[in-house]
């Protein structure tokens, strides 16, 4: 890139110097230099510094024939934003005089000025020197393209009696030009009751583009150049002043532009709004514009109605949505051109992170229509914004239809549903998490939520159960565990359990990873459920958890599933049902019998009740081994004769052998410590953090280990 951009410096090094001599007195012809330039120009465009020298070229009295001047103008593609300095030299060469440019390339240079508009670093310089551009009007070369520039800049300030009459005055002396009629029109927006119908007939400029090919080839400058300098690829928009593409795609040619009809005097519209303090300033003030469907496109508007919310602007979104449907319905528009609509609301949607519930009509009632084809990814989008809502009638009216629509029995049209209902918990979350008062019904909406997931999640492991799967699954779970562990919404929000089928599905994973993330959870649940349990219930209509949310059995399931996991990691006893609470890993009693046989003819060492504790998981065994391994070699690092290695796995006999056949001194409840410390050090805790939750004896253990830690 940047030798292409030294290239055209020289380039324009030589032009500059050969303007400076006559044609006849020049070595060599100009000409080709030009043209080789030219062409460079529009292949890459040009940097700041090289148009800032190639517009006083073009400003300046110079010896460069008129056609080189027009065909460099015609080639002035700038890759980056156009500075300020160089709009303000465009302005001051207007006008008649000896040392000002043709009239022709006057009118070149307004014409550029339209196109770049949108890429101009400070648009306001022509606002300030809007009576320099407006007093010269008279000059009928320059008149098409000074109007139509007038038009881009015109605000209520600019609107004055004086320049009105002057208006209409040279509309008559000219025949009513259609430039000026069309000025006169936007004029008209700002002061209807002033400029009257009669004063506005005839051919009016409709201002279009003066070059669409020229802006498309800008616009694949400006976006190459960003891409090769690391930069974003698409430039912010200034989301304090009205968007005004020059050209709109097919897509957001269906979304009507911000325009206030019957402004008066004394109002203000958002087309006048130019900066950060001028939309403050006004906010209270500010007209919503005729059709507030321009919401879904403009930024500012957006901001607006954020900060001034009403159901009005809702339901007439609303309706044109739905007229949007009834034209599909009714066969005057295309299919496409709705998903087209809904493309942009969900760029809407997105920006303002809700989904206004006025908008849910239009979907009760497109949903059961739809076929599932299309867009899926667009409209699960927009649902995973809904509003916090009795999920029954959500799930009746919204939720239903799409799962009917997009299910096709296959894993990938589950995981979608399923990251779906992760957005919309994760979407309920933040709005409860900035609420002042916690709505009534978001207990019940979230419970309801979470229980129509366990038999999707449940479904969707059985028919995938891969470790991609799984993770998905944990997502939603964790998603809910970081709601219900809430410093506030862990006294309001009901914990609602994963069925026990998912539960043990989980815990004999394959992967240490997800182990750990389905034990974290269990976890975080713990401290819900002891907050319940010391909440006495209440009769003032309060809606906090307490001892009266779960019943004896609810609690004791959620204690089978701590049991088990302390049976099968701690205490050597997996799959028996004989301890308090405990469930077996819910194993048909027939069938424990059956295995602890089957594992025995395996190898005779072996044992069922510890054949997933830690030394003998097949996901923890590695890491436990590990463990052995680096401290037989800090011990020979201190210089300790290690005679012999633990071969593995490890139990509590083989330790006491190991110490007396001239290996290391570690006893079984220091072996098992530093596993679990490991584990935690390794962002694999939940199975430490289980443990720690339900048994006494192994906090005491982790805290007595963290402080000897701590003290070497």
Not at 27 to 33: E, F, G, L, S, Y
Not at 309 to 324: C, G, K, T, V, Y
Request: charged share 20%; proline share 5%; net charge neutral.
């Amino acid at each position: 890139m940047s030798s292409t951009h030294d290239d055209i410096r020289l380039l324009v090094a030589e032009v500059v110097e050969a303007s400076k001599l006559p044609t006849k007195s020049r070595t060599a012809n100009v000409k080709p230099t030009v043209a080789n330039l030219t062409s460079l120009l529009y292949e890459r465009g040009v940097l700041p510094d090289v148009l800032d020298d190639l517009v006083n070229l073009i400003t300046k009295p110079s010896h460069l024939d008129q056609a080189s001047l027009s065909a460099i103008v015609r080639n002035l593609y700038p890759a980056t934003q156009v500075s300020a300095n160089v709009t303000l030299r465009i302005v001051s060469c207007l006008g008649h005089g000896k040392i000002k440019p043709s009239l022709p390339l006057q009118a070149a240079l307004l014409r550029w000025l339209i196109i770049v508009y949108h890429v101009l670093e400070s648009p306001q310089i022509l606002s300030q020197a809007y009576p320099v551009l407006f007093n010269m009007l008279d000059t009928a070369v320059t008149r098409p393209h000074l109007t139509h520039l007038l038009a881009l800049i015109t605000r209520r300030k600019h609107v004055r009696p004086f320049r009105i009459q002057s208006l209409l005055n040279l509309s008559r002396k000219t025949g009513n030009d259609p430039g000026l009629i069309g000025l006169l029109r936007v004029f008209k927006e700002y002061y209807p009751e002033v400029i009257v119908g009669d004063a506005v007939r005839g051919k009016a400029s409709a201002f279009k583009h003066p070059d669409l090919q020229w802006r498309q080839r800008l616009d694949e400058i400006q976006e190459s150049h960003l891409q090769e300098t690391l930069e974003s690829i698409s430039r912010p928009h200034d989301g304090f002043r009205v968007h005004r593409p020059i050209t709109r795609s097919q897509r957001n040619k269906l979304i009507p532009l911000v325009h206030t009809s019957h402004a008066n005097e004394d109002s203000i519209t958002l087309e006048e709004v130019e900066n950060t303090a001028g939309f403050v300033k006004n906010l209270e003030k500010i007209e919503l514009p005729s059709q507030l469907v321009a919401v879904l496109a403009d930024p500012l508007l957006q901001k607006l109605i954020q900060l001034r919310p009403s159901e009005d602007s809702d339901q007439r979104i609303a309706n044109w949505l739905n007229s949007a449907l009834q034209d599909v319905l009714d066969g005057d528009a295309d299919e496409s051109l709705l998903f087209d609509v809904l493309d942009v609301l969900k760029e809407y949607v997105v920006s303002a992170k809700k989904l206004p519930s006025l908008l849910l009509n239009f979907f009760a009632r497109f949903l059961p229509m739809w076929n599932g084809a299309g867009r899926r990814d667009t409209m699960f989008e927009i649902l995973s914004y809904v509003p916090l809502l009795e999920f029954p009638e959500l799930y009746k009216h919204i939720f239903k239809p799409l799962e009917s629509a997009t299910l096709d029995n296959t894993p990938d049209s589950q995981l979608a549903l399923l990251s779906l209902y992760t957005n919309v918990l994760h979407h309920w979350t933040v709005i409860l998490q900035s609420s002042d008062i916690i709505p009534l019904n978001a207990n019940a909406a979230i419970s309801s939520l979470v229980s129509h997931v366990n038999i999707l999640a449940l479904t969707l492991i059985q028919t995938s159960p891969t470790v991609a799967t799984c993770s998905a699954i944990l997502e939603f779970y964790e998603q809910n565990a970081r709601l219900v562990s809430h410093d506030v919404l862990k006294h309001h929000i009901r914990i609602e359990l994963p069925l026990p089928s998912l539960v043990y599905i989980l815990l004999f994973s394959n992967s240490l990873s997800i182990v750990s993330r389905l034990c974290d959870i269990l976890a975080c649940y713990r401290k819900g459920f002891d907050i319940a349990m010391q909440t006495k219930a209440r009769q003032d209509g309060s809606n906090q958890i307490n001892t009266a949310t779960y019943s004896r059995a609810y609690v004791d399931l959620y204690n089978g599933f701590l049991m088990d996991i302390c049976n099968c990691y701690w205490r050597g006893h997996a799959f028996s049902n004989s301890d308090t609470n405990a469930l077996g890993c819910m194993v048909p009693r027939k069938l424990v019998p059956v295995l602890t046989k089957y594992v025995s003819s395996v190898d005779n060492t072996f044992s069922l009740e510890t054949l997933f504790g830690l030394s003998y998981s097949p996901v923890l065994c590695l890491q436990s081994i590990q463990v052995v391994r680096e401290l037989e070699n800090a011990a020979v690092d201190r210089g300790e004769l290690i005679r012999n290695q633990h071969a593995g796995p490890v139990t509590q006999s083989s330790l006491t052998r190991l110490s007396t056949s001239g290996g290391i001194n570690l006893s079984w409840k220091d072996y098992r410590v530093d596993v679990l410390a490991t584990l935690s050090a390794s962002d694999l805790a939940g199975i430490t953090e289980i443990l720690k939750n339900t048994m006494k004896v192994v906090k005491t253990l982790m805290e007595g280990k963290s402080t000897q830690t701590s003290t070497q």
